[in-house]
């Protein structure tokens, strides 16, 4: 069964920590995201990467940077978590770019900045 | 502003009935995909249109896109309890952008 694998369901940090979501696929993806996901605003795009070590801005960048050393694993980092980063986090991955490349999607962390 | 906005956002029926939500936006895109997302896990596809005017299938569900490729619609026909939850559109071009969602609950 193929998946994209969260280290964390839950998570509380507090303000000024520096705090890092892994996410791994185990499907060979070439693509992969993250978002952030809050009621009423749907899914926002905060990174990407289309290939090992390259990354991309989404929507969001502000406040967080990715790291992609291997194919598989995809990090996002929260340099200084903040309380409006509370949220709950969502990593993707994909084998095609935009025209039909459905995303499968980890189970998500909720991260909670006190 | 969502790009994509989907109606209504919160929808609450009995056991059997049917329902149509919606995707809209003013942009075109390539192809457009319905999702369901379940409280605490992550979305999971459902189905990829990609022809203006094209109409799929799953079951009880019905996914239509529109002429202009703006647009989507999901008509779900005697809808079950398990029907309950998020779904949510993305819209694709070189990335892919989502809706807020409606969530659907379904009551026995």
């Known amino acids: 069964d193929v998946k994209v694998t969260q280290s964390s369901r839950y998570l509380v940090k507090r303000t000024g920590e520096k705090v890092f979501l892994e996410c791994v696929q185990d499907?060979?993806?070439?693509?992969m995201f993250w978002y952030r996901q809050d009621p009423g605003l749907g899914l926002r795009l905060i990174y990407f990467?289309?290939?090992?070590?390259?990354?991309e801005k989404g929507d969001i960048p502000e406040g967080y940077s990715v790291s992609r050393e291997k194919k598989e694993r995809f990090s996002l980092i929260l340099e200084s978590a903040s309380t409006n980063q509370t949220s709950m986090y969502l990593c993707?991955?994909?084998?095609?770019?935009?025209?039909?490349?459905?995303?499968?999607f980890g189970s998500g962390t909720r991260l909670t900045v006190v | 502003t969502q790009l994509l906005e989907q109606s209504p956002q919160f929808l609450s029926i009995q056991e059997g009935e049917n329902l149509t939500v919606y995707c809209n936006s003013s942009?075109?895109?390539?192809?457009l995909q319905w999702y369901r997302q379940e409280p605490g896990e992550g979305p999971v596809l459902l189905v990829t249109?990609?022809?203006?005017?094209e109409v799929k299938k799953l079951k009880r569900l019905t996914f239509q896109f529109g002429d202009a490729r703006k647009d989507s619609s999901l008509h779900i026909t005697a809808a079950q309890p398990g029907d309950t939850g998020l779904y949510l559109c993305?819209?694709?071009?070189?990335?892919?952008?989502f809706g807020a969602g409606t969530r659907l609950t379904v009551k026995p």
């Open positions: 249109v990609v022809t203006g005017g």
């Open positions: 942009s075109v895109f390539s192809s």
């Open positions: 993305a819209g694709a071009n070189n990335d892919m952008r």
């Open positions: 499907m060979d993806h070439e693509n």
């Open positions: 993707a991955s994909s084998s095609q770019r935009g025209l039909g490349g459905g995303y499968t």
């Open positions: 990467s289309y290939d090992v070590k390259m990354k």
